[in-house]
DNA sequence: AGATTTCTGAAACAATACGATACAAACAAG
DNA sequence: CTTGTTTGTATCGTATTGTTTCAGAAATCT
């Protein structure tokens, strides 16, 4: 654990990291708010869980220090609730003796916990490790290609097609895999072999072009973002736009 | 309840791991001694640190716990020294107010300390944080972690699946593995080969997933987490964070 | 233009892959 | 040894994909 850099990483990224501390002791959030504003962070404060919601929609939060005992929710379900690899990592504070066995017994995800009281300078340090620790992992994962077109979102992570209204489209696996090749090279003229995958008929193309047609376009016989090449194969013919 | 948790890591290799306590107060020092030993740690103690080098000498030891306050030679020196050589990872140790502020300014190489007084407990879990993430053998390394990824929280080390409320997810030994492999490498297509263990069909991975879907999944039919891609395998769409 | 050839779209059918139930074997606990 | 749990196998129904086929569209030829 050695932050000879703190202040560095909390103002590196050209835009400072912006520190989300969840807290109702009044005392305790001005001294956060003051103490890591001064080494370089971004404070947003929040009294209870439905501020922290508020703030999260906002802001774009790099790290959440959240304090267990909370007016309305509890800090452990909050901690539930956070734990999908969107949302921020998290520091938890905890009073000692109280619920400290509770989580150190349990892992609630909490990315490391700190026990009241506590030196603000201790909290730094576990915040810049932690910042350390996530930042690789959240851009990486963070990587995700998706396409849209004409209203539709095609999500190559998550292998889904959302139509223009917002529902789902279910498509096969195959026609999925398809789209995904017209998409990546919209304007491309795709022969039918590049376009079949295994050891298929050309044929067998066509009839999974007509399939996803039937799915995709607004008139299947008149289509607008598939088109035909005579002689040639087929090509994606709708503006797209990588997310 | 006591700590499954630390226990299985401590012992979990076969030898158990050997932690050595650096610290003049004979009380703490036998307090830790019984405690740790009595979480599956093989335990060393010494005095000073001069006694300290004596224990290296002759022990393969894991995890160093240093006080920084030794009658001879000062922990702050004693973590300088030990931090060029290839020794072992170090939780310090240090009294409130005192020379806190110092350690935690000058980083100099501990990979974890915890303020006096402080709860048994925590140490345990600090000293199983560090021992994870400084595991140099890449077995568990790579095996020792946490993942979250949409409200479910994966636990290697425990071997055990929070669900989104906090309920444990109970899986088999089997599916457990089977989604730790998947969660390992969220994105990757999977071949049945890859996901099958022994000598079985590869239908049996089909089951396999069918009923870790029934536990995970919200609705098994119209799966979000794992996909099957046709005549490929299966893939892991969940975003995942590594804690 | 009309006839002919070539190509494509899609319906009908066949083959295949997958999901899940039921059952059997392997394994562990008592 | 008995009991219960976990894991693998067999099987069936369904969904997906490939093949065949034919009708119609588009290009080419006379």
Same mark, same amino acid.
């Given at each position: 654990m050695n932050s000879p850099t703190l202040n560095e990483i909390a103002s590196s990224a050209a835009d400072r990291r912006w520190i989300l501390v969840v807290?109702?002791?009044?005392?305790?959030?001005?001294?956060?708010?003051?103490?890591l504003g001064d080494n370089g962070f971004e404070v947003a404060l929040a009294r209870?869980?439905?501020?922290?919601?508020?703030?999260?929609?906002?802001?774009?939060?790099?790290?959440i220090v959240l304090d267990i005992n909370l007016p309305d929710e509890d800090?452990?379900?909050?901690?539930?609730?956070?734990r999908n690899a969107a949302s921020p990592p998290l520091i938890m504070? +905890?009073? !000692?003796?109280? *619920?400290?066995?509770r989580i150190l017994g349990i892992e609630l995800g909490a990315d490391d916990y700190l026990v009241?009281?506590?030196?603000?300078?201790?909290?730094?340090?576990r915040i810049g490790a932690v910042l350390r620790r996530t930042a690789p992992d959240i851009e990486s994962s963070q990587k995700t290609s998706a396409y849209s077109f004409s209203g539709f979102l095609l999500d190559s992570s998550t292998r889904r097609l959302l139509g223009p209204?917002?529902?789902?489209?279910?498509?096969?696996?195959?026609?999925?895999?398809?789209l995904l090749t017209l998409c990546r090279d919209p304007g491309k003229v795709f022969s039918r072999d590049e376009l079949k995958v295994?050891?298929? +008929?050309? !044929?067998?193309? *066509?009839?999974?072009?007509?399939r996803l047609r039937q799915?995709?376009?607004?008139?299947?016989?008149?289509?607008?973002?598939?088109?035909?090449?005579r002689s040639m194969g087929y090509t994606f013919t709708a503006k797209v736009r990588v997310q």
């Open positions: 807290e109702d002791d009044e005392d305790i959030r001005s001294l956060l708010s003051k103490y209870d869980g439905k501020q922290m919601d508020d703030v999260l929609a906002r802001v774009p939060v790099d790290l800090g452990f379900s909050i901690c539930m609730r956070l504070l +905890t009073a !000692r003796g109280e *619920d400290t066995d009241k009281p506590f030196i603000p300078r201790e909290l730094l340090a209204t917002g529902v789902r489209v279910i498509l096969t696996s195959a026609e999925f895999d398809l295994a050891s298929t +008929t050309e !044929r067998s193309v *066509d009839i999974l072009i007509s799915k995709i376009e607004d008139d299947p016989r008149d289509p607008t973002l598939i088109q035909t090449i």
